[in-house]
């Protein structure tokens, strides 16, 4: 087994990731900020809000109604949901202690892809096995089980570097 020299990776840190060369002020504030970039993104996170907001009320008023709607609709709720908060939640200034909005967007909603195409597939495969496994108290141990996951990749991951002074340092 080889053993890693821990000086050696210090250096090769301090190497590939040092950033003093950089000065901030070398390009203008004037240079550096864009109003028309800035206003075309809001004005595309707003207009996503307003197309989700019918989509998530029509699935809303199926369940409202129909108790035993099929449980991919269900799964295709919680996405708009979080899909909906997550799209709030990348403003940097809304990222509050160890709610991040990169989890919120990304790791909930593919979790949740991946359930609703291995929902789709024993559907189409049995019904009787994915009610079975989909229905009822069932779905929610699934979603729990979404959720559990998507935890884990909330907190950064500190353990993995060979820095021990990086447990302190993230932000």
Same mark, same amino acid.
């Given at each position: 087994?080889?053993?890693?020299?821990?000086? /050696?990776?210090?250096? +090769?840190? $301090?190497?590939?990731?040092?950033?003093? !060369?950089?000065?901030?002020? !070398?390009?203008?504030? +004037?240079? &550096?900020?864009?109003? *028309?970039?800035?206003?075309?993104?809001?004005?595309?996170?707003?207009?996503? +809000?307003?197309?989700?907001?019918?989509?998530?009320?029509?699935?809303?008023?199926? *369940?409202?109604?129909?108790?035993?709607?099929?449980?991919?609709? /269900?799964?295709? #709720?919680?996405?708009?949901?979080?899909?909906?908060?997550?799209?709030?939640?990348? %403003?940097? !200034?809304? $990222? #509050?202690?160890?709610?991040?909005?990169?989890?919120?967007?990304?790791?909930?909603?593919?979790?949740?892809?991946?359930?609703?195409?291995?929902?789709?597939?024993?559907?189409?495969?049995?019904?009787?096995?994915?009610? !079975?496994? *989909?229905?009822? &108290?069932?779905?929610?141990?699934?979603?729990? %089980?979404?959720?559990?996951?998507?935890?884990?990749?909330? *907190?950064?991951?500190?353990?993995?570097?060979?820095?021990?002074?990086?447990?302190?340092?993230?932000?």
């Amino acid at each position: 087994m080889r053993r890693i020299d821990k000086k /050696k990776l210090d250096l +090769e840190f $301090e190497l590939y990731y040092n950033c003093t !060369s950089y000065d901030v002020n !070398s390009i203008g504030i +004037e240079k &550096r900020q864009h109003i *028309f970039v800035g206003l075309l993104y809001i004005c595309l996170g707003l207009g996503n +809000e307003m197309m989700y907001i019918p989509c998530v009320w029509a699935l809303w008023r199926l *369940f409202s109604k129909d108790r035993s709607a099929p449980t991919c609709y /269900k799964l295709m #709720f919680y996405l708009g949901i979080v899909d909906c908060l997550g799209i709030i939640c990348q %403003h940097c !200034s809304l $990222e #509050f202690g160890v709610c991040r909005g990169q989890w919120l967007a990304c790791w909930l909603p593919l979790t949740t892809y991946c359930y609703l195409s291995i929902n789709r597939c024993m559907v189409i495969y049995d019904t009787d096995l994915a009610d !079975s496994l *989909f229905r009822g &108290r069932r779905f929610l141990a699934v979603n729990s %089980h979404i959720w559990v996951y998507g935890f884990v990749w909330l *907190f950064p991951p500190s353990f993995i570097t060979h820095r021990p002074s990086a447990i302190f340092n993230h932000t």
